[in-house]
T-cell receptor, first 115, second 114 residues
């Protein structure tokens, strides 16, 4: 068990470019969550998967955002046509089982800066 | 919808002193409550959680929290703070029915003086 990993850890991009982040959950965790955290705020939920199914999306997830978890293992979060307001830390978490009480284990995050 | 208020943005304590971080929640039914800690450059780590039962919850690193329904509070405490406890602390609330997704507070930054 190596924990939740995220790649890259840092990303600087220019406005209008597309970016993609990857999250590798703890092996055999069937739930995977994406959050966004801006400076001075707590994490805000974006979306979550149970296995490969995307079960819920926040209204924060605009049409420019898309997330996938094609084989129920790793997940990607893509932001198209980035805007300066997308600058934030993007956190991934995973949990096992089907009960929502299961502890979520967080990765270190990907810090995005849009210039 | 549920919400969380952490009224203190920063808390400064001396090493060895006791600590209490405040958390107030809003939710119509019995909530699920969590405290997480985030060190610089790190992800969030769960300190403790409350779902039901004993309202005094013990967590890791010597932390505890008490659920008080009458006050809609879930304050985090530690009897003696260590310099390594300096970090950002987040309280979160989850709905006990239907789709559960935690709502986080804005966090309290803990500064520990030697």
């Amino acid at each position: 068990d190596t924990g939740v990993s995220q790649d890259p850890r840092h990303k600087i991009t220019k406005r209008g470019q597309n970016v993609t982040f990857r999250c590798d959950p703890i092996s055999e965790h069937n739930r995977l969550y994406w959050y966004r955290q801006t400076l001075g705020q707590g994490p805000e939920f974006l979306t979550y998967f149970q296995n490969e199914a995307q079960l819920e999306k926040s209204r924060l997830l605009s049409d420019r955002f898309s997330a996938e978890r094609p084989k129920g293992s790793f997940s990607t979060l893509e932001i198209q046509r980035t805007e300066q307001g997308d600058s934030a830390m993007y956190l991934c978490a995973s949990s096992s089982g089907t009960a929502f009480q299961e502890t979520q284990y967080f990765g270190p995050g990907t810090r995005l800066l849009v210039l | 919808a549920q919400s969380v208020t952490q009224p203190d943005i920063h808390i400064t304590v001396s090493e060895g002193a006791s600590l209490e971080l405040r958390c107030n929640y809003s939710y119509g039914a019995t909530p699920y409550l969590f405290w997480y800690v985030q060190s610089p450059g790190q992800g969030l780590q769960l300190l403790l959680k409350y779902f039901s039962g004993d309202t005094l919850v013990q967590g890791i690193k010597g932390f505890e929290a008490e659920f008080k329904r009458s006050q809609s509070s879930f304050n985090l405490r530690k009897p003696s703070v260590h310099w390594s406890d300096a970090a950002e602390y987040f309280c979160a609330v989850g709905a006990s029915g239907g789709s559960y997704i935690p709502t986080f507070g804005r966090g309290t930054s803990l500064i520990v003086h030697p």
